[in-house]
């Protein structure tokens, strides 16, 4: 038999499994291989559970509306083999709360996603200049201004390959857009929240997919046609999702 390498907990009250309050290491519960966790914290149990696992872990998603149970992940527990980390809390997060423990993870983390969360822009100024080695970045349903992510992304643009940008909102709809320059960027996805500009240096770029209305689409098209290069090589994925936004 294969040992357990992935877990997923998405709802687990106290008593539904009752080692997890005293879980004294991953080993004696037979969770000593899993290096894949998925977890929605409801309560005390679920951060001792993630506690026990939490040095073995290369991705790590965690969601939950109780900001002090996602607080406690960060303050509490080393993820020194983590590679990916995904958030969806649904509460405001400030840095000082982090008491710099989150500064731990930017040496060797290469994916990193927000989803549903009430981020500040303070939270992300603070969070991605320490971010060296990240690849990936997505920001689902977010509110955050375009400007902010212009203006982070420059401590980005020498390593990011992939970036999901899907705003619930965007604070910067009717200002001027905000200007995208990631040279080695591959794949892009923006949703129509998301105004800005794209750069004409981006010649690695691949794959775009576009969230949004027919104005929209056309706009960013043309972005595209206009990055240097772009009509002697085709993109290799050029997905359009027509979203009927309320």
């Not at 995208?180 to 770029?205: D, V």
Request: include cysteine; charge should be neutral.
């Amino acid at each position: 038999m294969r040992p357990l390498q992935q877990l997923t907990v998405e709802c687990m009250n106290s008593g539904e499994l009752e080692k997890c309050p005293r879980i004294d290491s991953a080993e004696s519960v037979g969770f000593a291989f899993i290096t894949h966790l998925e977890i929605l914290l409801v309560d005390e149990s679920d951060v001792e559970l993630l506690g026990s696992l939490a040095s073995q872990l290369n991705c790590l998603k965690v969601g939950g509306d109780q900001k002090h149970l996602v607080l406690r992940c960060f303050n509490e527990f080393h993820l020194t083999a983590l590679r990916t980390l995904s958030i969806a809390c649904f509460d405001c997060l400030e840095p000082r709360e982090l008491n710099g423990r989150c500064w731990r993870l930017p040496e060797h983390l290469e994916t990193l996603q927000f989803n549903g969360c009430k981020f500040t822009e303070r939270m992300l100024e603070a969070m991605l200049p320490h971010f060296k080695n990240l690849k990936s970045l997505a920001i689902e349903h977010c509110s955050v201004s375009t400007q902010c992510i212009e203006k982070n992304c420059s401590f980005l643009a020498v390593g990011l390959k992939e970036l999901h940008f899907s705003l619930r909102q965007s604070k910067d709809v009717i200002g001027p857009s905000a200007l995208l320059h990631l040279p080695n960027l591959e794949h892009l996805t923006l949703s129509q929240f998301a105004n800005i500009t794209l750069s004409k240096q981006m010649p690695r770029l691949i794959s775009v997919a576009i969230e949004g209305g027919q104005s929209w689409t056309s706009y960013i098209l043309a972005e595209v046609k206009k990055i240097n290069g772009i009509g002697k090589r085709r993109l290799r994925k050029l997905a359009h999702w027509a979203c009927r936004l309320l």
